[in-house]
């Protein structure tokens, strides 16, 4: 199985970790943390060939600067990453550092390389492809567009990297076995040592600044769990405070609703009330009648009384007018 060592390079910012990130887990980190220098191994089948990838997730900000050459000279090949919201010039400027530092290293004019546009889910973009693949091509190296976020062209990018040094191994292949002249070899060997000479001052550099940042590495290892707290004490305290104005509102809502039963009750009342009332109304109604209507019925009586009385002495004094006739007419036949 093969292994191939790429090496992922690019200003701060512009997605490195968040790229490998997806390919290896298949996860987007949405937090920027910015790396130092992380290694992820994964194995892969790239037409038809099983293969190891060793990616290498490298700093891009310019404290760091001084470990670059120690990863370009392991690297086999490299993904120069540009963010698409960073002007035209500012992105190339920083992609074509990276190129001629690593030609530098690797002291070749040619290195399997693959120019990528991150972040191609965002609305806004200052490069497109139109103004990217014609720096891709004056570098003859293959471009392609990624986003982290919905990972696009992910797999494109690496795989398209590998094929790349599959084609460069084929290419410089048949030239291994080739032994140079002797007095070129002699030629070259002052250079050479000028290199390693400048080599090795660069890795002491590399190895003081590697001193230097321990203690900020350690610092910053320190105080990562303490963030990660801090993060989810934040998370909790959010979720309280949620829960207290859910808690709020649901006592409002409760008073609300007391306050409607009271009022419903006070509605009844006031309806048990007006049906009384409307019932004494209409029982003093009644009443009233049964009272004009007793006065009538003893106005009846008095009259009928008097009416009686009126006849009883009506006819007393015609049972006395008709005795009065008998006598008359007894006094008249007498006299006849």
């Not at 968040?18 to 191994?41: G, K, W």
């Not at 690297?75 to 120069?80: A, D, I, K, R, S």
């Not at 290892?221 to 979720?239: A, F, G, M, V």
């Amino acid at each position: 199985m093969t292994e191939y060592k790429l090496v992922v390079v690019g200003a701060g910012g512009v997605g490195k970790s968040a790229l490998t990130i997806q390919l290896i887990q298949n996860h987007f980190v949405e937090e920027y943390d910015p790396t130092i220098e992380d290694s992820y191994r994964k194995q892969v089948v790239i037409d038809g060939e099983t293969c190891l990838l060793d990616i290498l997730d490298t700093a891009g900000q310019e404290e760091y600067s001084a470990m670059r050459d120690q990863y370009m000279r392991t690297g086999e090949g490299f993904l120069l990453l540009y963010f698409e919201k960073i002007p035209f010039t500012k992105s190339f400027e920083d992609i074509n550092q990276y190129r001629e530092q690593i030609k530098r290293v690797k002291d070749a004019d040619e290195v399997p390389m693959v120019l990528v546009g991150n972040k191609v889910d965002l609305p806004t973009r200052t490069v497109d492809a139109k103004q990217a693949r014609p720096v891709a091509d004056s570098y003859n190296i293959p471009y392609v567009e990624t986003s982290a976020k919905t990972r696009q062209g992910v797999d494109d990018a690496f795989y398209t990297l590998v094929r790349e040094i599959r084609k460069y191994k084929e290419r410089k292949g048949p030239k291994k076995g080739k032994k140079k002249p002797r007095l070129r070899q002699k030629h070259n060997t002052i250079p050479r040592l000028r290199q390693k000479h400048d080599t090795i001052q660069r890795l002491r550099q590399k190895h003081d600044t590697i001193q230097r940042l321990r203690p900020k590495h350690d610092t910053i290892q320190r105080l990562r769990p303490k963030h990660d707290t801090i993060q989810r004490l934040r998370q909790k305290h959010d979720t309280i405070q949620r829960l207290r104005q859910k808690h709020d509102t649901i006592q409002r809502l409760r008073q609300k609703r007391d306050t409607i039963q009271r009022l419903r009750q006070k509605h009844d009342t006031i309806q048990r009330l007006r049906q009384k009332r409307d019932t004494i109304q209409r029982l003093r109604h009644k009443h009233d009648t049964i009272q004009r209507l007793r006065q009538k019925h003893n106005t009846i009586q008095r009259l009928r009384r008097q009416k009686h009385d009126t006849i009883q002495r009506l006819r007393q004094k015609h049972d006395t007018i008709q005795r009065l006739r008998q006598k008359h007419d007894t006094i008249q036949r007498l006299e006849t």
